[in-house]
């Protein structure tokens, strides 16, 4: 039964297939070919290779699936040991840890209705905005004369409100 996979992990897959046939032998091998294999089959065909030996792999322009793809045969297979593993795992914990807290503090609903720096640069922004009003109403020569009678009281009951929300 075949599966349809997105796009961007097929992009990943063949990618990873690209840093595999870049790496040396040895750690290829302990990659199960079985393994090796899905990632052929669910490749994208119109994959074109990108990567330079001369650069490190940190340095280039990977995806994040492939990252996480790369991290995965890391902890699996090319982890020497068991003190290896836990300190990969210990590792990616951490960061684990510290994009939760970001996304905590980014997200958070307390905090985006009890910011006060939020409601200060709202009102400071609020207060820009009568200000320029109040430039551009100045600036322009009316002609009181050629407004309908609805008009003539809309702009000065607009321009009374202003000066009131000028002095606040």
Known sequence: MATKIKQEQAFAYAELLEILSLME???VRKVPKKLIEIFKENSLESYEKHLDVTIPLEEQN???DTAALIGMLTLNYWC???????ELTSVYKENERKYQDQIREKY???NIFNNETINN???TENEQIVENIEIDS???PLDYNSFPW???IFTKVRTFILRIL???
């Open 25 to 27: 032998e040895q750690y």
């Open 62 to 64: 990977i995806s994040k």
């Open 80 to 86: 020497e040991n068991e003190e290896e593993k836990i």
């Open 108 to 110: 958070n609903p307390d």
């Open 121 to 123: 640069k709202v009102s």
């Open 138 to 140: 100045k600036n322009l």
């Open 150 to 152: 609805y008009k003539k």
């Open 166 to 168: 000028k002095r606040i």
